[in-house]
């Protein structure tokens, strides 16, 4: 399953957020933050070998616009 940030955005905490945010780059999730967005989500994303995450385009636009404060494009 893919991750699609945008639509579980409000079911992140708050810290998850602020990672996510601090880290706008991030093309590949670190295995302990995709656990913890399962654990907060309910989602299970396809996962590498090692429990790594690639985020989409999407997702990677979407948290940039997010860590930049400004508007997020529709889809």
Do not use: C, Q
């Given at each position: 399953m893919e991750m699609?940030?945008?639509d579980h955005w409000d079911m992140l905490s708050p810290e998850t957020q602020h990672?996510?945010?601090?880290?706008?780059g991030c093309v590949v999730l670190p295995r302990t933050i995709?656990?913890?967005i399962h654990q907060e989500t309910?989602?299970?994303?396809?996962?590498?070998?090692?429990s790594q995450v690639s985020l989409?385009?999407?997702?990677?636009?979407?948290?940039?616009?997010?860590?930049?404060?400004?508007?997020?494009r529709p889809k």
């Open positions: 699609n940030i945008r990672w996510l945010t601090d880290n706008p995709t656990e913890i309910g989602i299970t994303p396809d996962a590498d070998r090692h989409s385009p999407e997702d990677l636009s979407f948290i940039l616009a997010k860590a930049e404060g400004g508007p997020v």
